[in-house]
């Protein structure tokens, strides 16, 4: 479990690095088709902020997927609804704000700076009105301007610690009172 803790800040500082050093934000030198799916990733970006249900069945494939960690599962319309649903719901000022972007052939890369006001149970942890910002990489693989496949890596030990941040605190001075108090 260590070893996944260490390795996972590693992994999201060389995917920033490669970002970086190959980022065509500018847009120069792109064929049509590169062109193409980054204008479509920006719209499912705005439209992951917005919980749009129609962007949502406009650009998501029939058979789309998304991959996080070991696990893949279905990417349709109605789960990407429901996942940003639940994330609007617990940060409702939730922004999925593109740091860079580039892409290369059918796939298209995106370093998102995550934010929000925890105003929710999110990840099962209560409410604390903490800010919270998030590194998350994500490439996405488009097949005639339709997503077809997401690979998702994000820094969910750091999310896990802003959302427990007010948690922590709160048990730690509930602790200290009760030991002035014997």
């Not at 609007?88 to 704000?97: I, R, V």
């Amino acid at each position: 479990m260590k070893t996944k803790k260490i390795l996972l800040p590693i992994l999201i500082i060389l995917l920033t690095g490669v970002l970086s050093s190959c980022s065509n934000n500018s847009n120069e030198n792109l064929t049509k088709e590169e062109a193409t799916n980054i204008e479509i990733v920006k719209k499912f970006s705005e439209a992951m902020n917005n919980v749009d249900y129609d962007v949502f069945k406009e650009i998501l494939d029939t058979n789309a997927v998304w991959y996080y960690r070991d696990k893949e599962m279905p990417n349709t319309p109605e789960s990407e609804r429901k996942i940003q649903s639940n994330w609007k719901s617990a940060l409702p000022d939730m922004n999925y704000g593109i740091e860079k972007i580039f892409a290369q052939k059918d796939q298209v890369a995106v370093l998102y700076n995550y934010t929000g006001t925890h105003e929710d149970t999110l990840l099962g942890y209560p409410p604390t009105g903490n800010k919270i910002s998030v590194g998350k990489m994500v490439i996405y693989r488009l097949k005639n301007k339709r997503k077809v496949e997401t690979w998702v890596v994000f820094d969910e030990h750091l999310l896990r610690k802003q959302l427990s941040k007010k948690m922590i605190t709160k048990t730690i001075v509930h602790y200290l009172n009760i030991k002035r108090s014997i």
